[in-house]
């Protein structure tokens, strides 16, 4: 039996059960026992699987048990717990009311005050979907009262909560560096630059789509004063403090990024406690929902070990990289082809669920191209960020939706007004991928 076509089999049937709506881990998890269970049942030329029964059991708990009790992975509660705690204290809301104040004057000023608070918010949270909900709660209820047109006032907060995934620290580094082995820390660093060419690039949409159409931002009323200015500044001094334990950390070498996630959550509840925004009852019902998102990342990531088991197993990505080698594809070739497919799965599935479908084929592949797999990391988050606003399942457009369910804000009309800012997506990925040192620059400095 070829161990290759086992493998080939087990990716169609992967995909067959998500095309029916069949849970990624589920599908994953289910499919890859099963080929392991193939492949040593007929390890002898017969099938035999009571021979195979305990080996595959032993490999699955294996692999997911080394993946679950990773180090690195405890990152992600912590940091999903960080955006909670922020948001409960104030610290977010800070953020958006000094982009506010400070960007009035600009045409759709409150837009890109949100753009910016997503910004701000991406840099504590690490989570693109947690940015638009609780951006969304604060940022789009006030454009609309402003008369905001609904998909400008929508559009921006959606394709400003992407940033999550992008600025550092991200849920989707820290998965990325696991699976790959590379450091998170420089994935952290490498994220922040091409984050904040994105940040302008949405900012850029807005000013272009209002000053085309006056009419659907109402230019601002309200002059704020120096001081006005120079307090809400200052407010934002928890958020400036949180950025620089994380990035101004881990580049000085001062923390490794899990002691940055843990200082920076124990600083902001301990902050939320004193200004009495927090009482010890609020952190029980914060730390279930981190629970819940964690055990759904945790589980996914599980089965897409068993699944990296598998590869390894049946050889699957050394057959790839062959018929690569056999037919000459080029590296720039290989990038489009990647961009095609991380584009089409986002359309349907969640980023987290396409990063752990993928990495175990992709990453052999980008090795015998001889790419760096810090840049490379870059752009397969940035291609996810684009799935997170792409019809027809944009996950961070149902999220707004649903957040703002009583306004009865149509779906469609997020879309229409996401359209804009996927250009300016596509702009910067062209960019990333053009120019490397984007990426490089800062993490090769430490």
Request: proline residues 5%.
């Amino acid at each position: 039996m070829d161990l290759a076509t086992v493998g080939y089999v087990a990716c169609a049937l992967v995909l067959l059960l998500l095309a029916i709506r069949v849970p990624i881990a589920f599908a994953i998890g289910s499919v890859a026992v099963g080929a392991i269970f193939v492949v040593f049942a007929f390890r002898t030329g017969t099938f035999m699987p009571e021979r195979a029964f305990w080996t595959t059991l032993s490999l699955a708990f294996s692999s997911s048990f080394d993946l679950v009790h990773s180090y690195d992975l405890s990152m992600i509660p912590l940091f999903i717990a960080l955006g909670h705690i922020a948001y409960k204290a104030g610290i977010t809301t800070e953020i958006y009311e000094a982009a506010r104040v400070w960007l009035a004057k600009l045409p759709g000023g409150v837009a890109i005050a949100s753009i910016a608070g997503c910004g701000g918010f991406s840099a504590i949270s690490g989570s693109s979907i947690a940015c638009a909900s609780t951006m969304g709660r604060i940022c789009t209820p006030e454009m609309l009262r402003l008369n905001y047109d609904p998909r400008l006032a929508t559009a921006s907060v959606a394709a400003g909560g992407t940033l999550g995934s992008l600025i550092p620290p991200s849920v989707l580094f820290i998965i990325y560096g696991i699976f790959t082995e590379t450091s998170i820390s420089k994935l952290f660093l490498a994220g922040f630059l091409p984050g904040i060419l994105s940040l302008i690039g949405y900012a850029l949409v807005v000013v272009v789509w209002v000053k085309r159409r006056p009419e659907i931002a109402p230019a601002a009323t309200e002059a704020f004063t120096r001081d006005q200015k120079l307090k809400a500044a200052i407010g934002t001094w928890p958020a400036v403090l949180l950025f620089i334990m994380v990035i101004g950390g881990i580049y000085g070498g001062i923390f490794t990024a899990t002691e940055a996630a843990a200082l920076s959550l124990l600083f902001a509840t301990l902050l939320g406690m004193a200004r009495g925004k927090i009482r010890l009852m609020d952190v029980i019902p914060l730390l279930r929902e981190t629970m819940v998102t964690t055990g759904a990342i945790f589980f996914i990531a599980a089965c897409a070990k068993i699944f990296v088991a598998l590869i390894a197993l049946t050889g699957l990505s050394g057959s790839l990289v062959g018929i690569l080698d056999q037919n000459e594809i080029s590296p720039t070739t290989f990038l489009i082809l990647v961009c095609l497919i991380y584009i089409l799965l986002g359309m349907f599935l969640d980023p987290v669920g396409i990063m752990v479908l993928t990495l175990p084929l992709m990453i052999p592949m980008v090795e015998s191209y001889g790419m760096n797999l810090i840049w490379f990391g870059v752009v397969i988050v940035k291609l996810l960020e684009i799935g997170l606003i792409t019809p027809p399942v944009g996950l961070n457009v149902f999220v707004l939706a649903g957040v703002l369910e009583e306004r009865k804000v149509d779906i469609g009309t997020i879309f229409t007004g996401i359209m804009r800012f996927l250009v300016s997506d596509l702009v910067v990925l062209v960019l990333l991928i053009a120019v490397p040192a984007i990426s490089l620059l800062i993490p090769m400095s430490m």
